[in-house]
């Protein structure tokens, strides 16, 4: 496991000017420059940053509200939870707009990574990096629908609900069983490769260290860590919620994000166990807000 100083560009400025190397730019000047990497235009770019901060935005307050529940129960763990208590805020309709926005640019950014991104890596290496791309835009854009659901209809649903509707109307169609075991082993799938990169390090390779102080950059590098590796516990969970609903045909046993915290704090010892995936999701949220700042693709 390598930490961000075996990253080239920890310990050397980056090349190039101020302007490419800063998203604090000018309007004027972000709106008249390039995108960085796979960024289409500079002001997708801009746009795509604010929607990776405002993604670990909401894993905060996922992992707040997990402790909640930890500690006192209650609460909906999820993004539609999330966002749910953000709209609850002042200026929190204009907050979503903001992040949602900002997630859609974000979604574009990685979708055209994912196609022909990573051109200074090559053979398994680039196409690894382009899979993770396409399920970081996939995830976004998922999150962003959510938003825009919110703000439309002034209510954003729970995972729980959306996981058993669409488990049920899998089980409805022929091989339904089998699609739904299909849909359980690519969460596991997800869960393990999220895990994986979080013992490996491997998302260090994402941002350009130098752009981070340098008292912050193993710091970052821990939490980066950390968040990858106990998120993908509740990923697992989730999994196995989706496996249990395909061997007993019940959609009812499938469940979101919110299911999977629930059942985790269901188990002995239980209580423990969820503050310690809640504070994942929060190592996970600090984490966004750097390679936020960092990001290099």
Not at 218 to 225: D, K, Q, R, S
Request: charged share 10%; hydrophobic share 55%.
């Amino acid at each position: 496991m390598s930490g961000p100083a075996a990253d080239p560009a920890s310990s050397s400025p980056p090349s190039g000017s101020s302007s490419q190397n800063s998203w604090s730019d000018s309007a004027a000047d972000a709106v008249s420059g390039n995108g960085e990497g796979e960024a289409p235009h500079r002001a997708v770019e801009i746009l795509g940053r604010v929607g990776m901060a405002g993604y670990g935005l909401l894993h905060l307050l996922i992992g707040v509200i997990a402790l909640q529940i930890a500690l006192r129960g209650g609460g909906q763990a999820d993004q539609q939870g999330a966002l749910s208590t953000l709209a609850a805020e002042p200026f929190g309709f204009v907050l979503i707009v903001v992040i949602v926005i900002g997630l859609v640019a974000f979604g574009v950014w990685q979708g055209l990574a994912a196609a022909t991104g990573f051109r200074w890596a090559s053979g398994w290496a680039r196409t690894q990096r382009r899979i993770a791309a396409g399920a970081t835009a996939i995830g976004v854009l998922f999150v962003a629908l959510i938003g825009v659901q919110l703000l439309v209809t002034g209510s954003s649903g729970s995972s729980s609900t959306g996981s058993q509707q669409t488990t049920a109307g899998l089980l409805a169609l022929p091989g339904g069983l089998l699609l739904v075991g299909v849909v359980a082993l690519v969460v596991l799938v997800i869960a393990g490769a999220t895990a994986w990169t979080g013992f490996r390090g491997s998302f260090a390779e994402d941002l350009a260290w130098s752009r981070l102080p340098g008292n912050l950059r193993t710091p970052v590098y821990w939490l980066g860590i950390a968040g990858h590796v106990l998120r993908a516990v509740a990923f697992a969970v989730m999994g196995v919620l989706f496996g249990v609903a395909a061997v007993r045909s019940d959609p009812a046993q499938a469940g979101g994000l919110d299911a999977a915290l629930k059942a985790l704090a269901a188990q002995p010892f239980g209580a423990l166990l969820l503050v310690v995936v809640a504070l994942g999701f929060v190592c996970y949220g600090l984490y966004c807000g750097a390679d936020a700042w960092a990001r290099r693709i």
